[in-house]
Nanobody, 110 residues
Framework: QVYLAESGGGLVRAGESLRLSCGAF????????MSWYRQAPGKQRELVAS??????VNYADSVKGRFTVSRDVENTLYLQMNDLRYEDTGVYYC?????WGRGTKVTVTS
């Protein structure tokens, strides 16, 4: 089992930025994609962004142009979140294969 841990969440005002990070306690293969999900209160968990072995990326329509997903040579996963909006509020989760992190909470006020 791969153990993941997210960090970087917090309380921000609309228009501000955050960068989320996700690290693994065990080595991860770059051949496998990694992704970020989020879940707002009372809402279904949704895919926000993903990145594959060739660093090809995909984003939910709601975050295109504002969020950037990337990973470094050690496969630490990042999510740069710019121009945050109230609708971005939720718990953000890192996913690798069947493994999930415990989540990091992002709260955006207007």
């Amino acid at each position: 089992q791969v153990y993941l841990a997210e960090s970087g969440g917090g309380l921000v005002r609309a228009g501000e930025s955050l960068r989320l990070s996700c690290g693994a306690f065990e080595e991860m293969s770059r051949e496998n994609p990694m992704s970020w999900y989020r879940q707002a209160p009372g809402k279904q968990r949704e895919l926000v962004a993903s990145i594959d072995s060739g660093d090809n990326v995909n984003y939910a329509d709601s975050v295109k142009g504002r969020f950037t997903v990337s990973r470094d040579v050690e496969n630490t996963l990042y999510l740069q979140m710019n121009d945050l909006r109230y609708e971005d509020t939720g718990v953000y989760y890192c996913k690798y294969l069947p493994s999930w992190g415990r989540g990091t909470k992002v709260t955006v006020t207007s």
